[in-house]
Structure formats: C-alpha cells, structure tokens
C-alpha cells in the first residue's frame, strides 16, 4: 500500500468541479485498484470452445464476461503466463481491456461497408471490427507513429484480420475519402486509465497533455465528420473521463456539422454521469478503464 502515489492536484481540481467530491473518491479508489486481465477470442482463427479448452490444459481458470461477445476474464493468472504459448503466437486471442472492446460494439459494422478506424495502434479494435464482420468489410486503419503503424500491421496479420493500413496523419485525410463508418478511438490523456500503484504513469500525466489532447480531439473529429457519409453513424471514444476531451469536444464539433448524438446504453456497466445524454461514461474499477464513448450521426 506504502507505494500508492496521489493523484496530482490539477486532476483533483477538475475530478471535484467535474463529479463532486463522493465520486472523485470512487474515481480514486478505481485508479488504487489492481484491474482484472481479460481476453478476446479471435473468432477468424479460433471458436471460444478450443480456446477455454487449450486454457484448461494450461491450469489456468478463465469465465465468460457475458455481456461482451467472445471476452474472457482471467481468474488465477496474468497475461504473462500466455506470452509463450499458442494461444497468443497464432493470433487466436488478443489481450485487451474490457473498457477497450466497448466501442466497436456499438458501431454496428456490416460486412461490405467501408469502414474507417482513425488512429488505430496497436490494433485492438481494428481486429475486432475485422471479426465483427467476419473479415468481409473494407475496413481501413489509419495511425501516425510509424513504430505503432508497424505493431498494428504486426497485429492485423497475427489475427488473419482483412485491413487496410495507412501510415499517416488522420487529421490529413483526403476531404474526398467517404465511409459508411468511423471509429474515432481518439488519442488522449488517458485520465481514464492512470494508475496509481505505478509512480512513473503518473508522472508524464499533466494539464498541458489535457489541453493538447483536446485540441487534436477536437481536430480528428472535425475530419471524421468531413469524410462520414452523410445520414451515416461514427463512434467517438476515449480512454478519459474528463469533459474536456469529450463532452466539451463533442459540445464545440457537433453543431459545426449538424450532427447529433444517437443514444447508446450497455448492460451492468460501472458508470459516471455524462454531461451528454445517451453516451456512455464508465467510471474505473477493478473491471473496467474509464473511458467515454458516444456514437454520432451526421
Ligand atoms: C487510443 S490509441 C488507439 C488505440 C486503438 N484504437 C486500439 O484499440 O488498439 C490512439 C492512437 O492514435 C494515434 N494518433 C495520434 N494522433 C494521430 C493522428 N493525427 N492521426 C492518426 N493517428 C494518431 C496514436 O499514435 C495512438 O496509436
């Protein structure tokens, strides 16, 4: 416990104007806690029964997560203990929160619809889009950072997922680009994920990450509207909790293009309250990362 650091003062300023202070303490405690390790079966290249089978044979105890398709939470293991095996080397799972698996769900892919997943790296919800649609959409997965490019293509080709990839700034796209669908998991403070039983997670954590954040926010979704069909539906997400990089971003874009927020609600989910109706706060614990998710129609 000795090793737990406090949240910096910024970030309980605005978690206090934001929440109050009850829920900031909650906030807190979600930041404190160890989270669970969870899973996606890859359903391109393996069905949910020979997964827990294999696992079984490792000694190792895993359940369903029953409210999202194909994910599984890890009940006497870590991660690590996967790093050598099967499993993990042929693409047939995929580590990822299950805050993470969130948004691709409500974005309701098809197979044939062009879709676009704007800042994409390393992966985890392209490869689960491609699985949603079972590898028969045109999906494209745009990423900046030439390193994480690489580690998405790493993992697009591990998971036989059908997609793809373009090196380069969103906020640059084409005007003439047009999809059916966008998923905007945009880059952000990760205020949603911090971690307080690691010092260093918390020390690149500061005001001016917010700030600048929010603009790039701001700027992608601008684009993500720009090349929506219209009467078409986008998802915007991040792994924050604070209104700067989502409701106010949401408050200041929309209503630029005309766009309006469809409603979106999941099961038995820990949530905050959203200053939006109809998106969707999760607040942190010991399941789930913050994150915030709204879908969006132009
Ligand atoms: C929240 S992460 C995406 C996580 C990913 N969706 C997943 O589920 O695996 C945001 C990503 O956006 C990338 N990024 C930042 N600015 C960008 C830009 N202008 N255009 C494209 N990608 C960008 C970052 O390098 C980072 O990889």
């Known amino acids: 416990m000795e090793n737990i650091v406090d949240i910096p003062k910024f970030l309980n300023d605005l978690l206090n104007k934001q929440y109050g202070n009850e ?121 900046v950072n030439k390193i994480r490019a690489e580690r998405l293509k790493y993992n697009i080709n591990l998971q036989g997922a059908n997609v793809f990839v373009m090196n380069q700034d969103a906020k640059r796209l084409d005007d003439y680009f047009s999809f059916d669908k966008i998923l905007l998991d945009a880059p952000c403070s990760g205020a949603g994920t911090l971690d307080l ?6 020390k690149s954590f500061s005001f001016e990450l917010v700030k600048n954040s929010a603009k790039l926010q701001e700027e992608l979704l601008k684009k993500a509207l720009k090349i929506l069909k219209p009467n078409h539906e986008m998802i915007y997400s991040t792994c924050s ?7 106010d971003v949401l408050n200041k874009v929309l209503k630029q293009f005309n766009a309006k927020i469809v409603p ?35």
């Open 23 to 143: 829920l900031k303490n909650e906030i807190i405690k979600g930041y404190k806690s160890k989270r669970i390790t969870s899973f996606r079966v890859n359903t391109l290249k393996a069905t949910d029964l020979e997964v827990l089978d294999e696992i079984k044979n490792m000694g190792i105890d895993c359940k369903a997560y029953s409210d999202i398709p194909h994910a599984y939470i890890i009940t006497n293991g870590t991660a690590k203990d996967f790093y050598d095996t099967k499993l993990v080397k042929d693409g047939k799972i995929y580590f990822q929160s299950l805050s993470s698996m969130l948004p691709p769900l409500f974005l309701d892919a098809k197979e044939k619809e062009t879709i676009l997943d704007m800042a994409a790296a390393p992966g985890g919800k392209t490869t689960e889009l491609a699985a949603i649609t079972n590898n028969k959409a045109e999906i494209t997965a745009c990423e």
């Open 197 to 202: 039983n690691n010092p260093k997670n918390i």
């Open 241 to 247: 909790i604070l209104a700067l990089e989502n409701e």
């Open 264 to 298: 979106i609600s999941f099961p038995n989910l820990p949530t905050l309250p959203s200053k939006i109706d109809g998106t969707i706060l999760v607040r942190p614990n010991e399941y789930f990362e913050g994150f915030f998710i709204a879908k969006i129609k132009k």
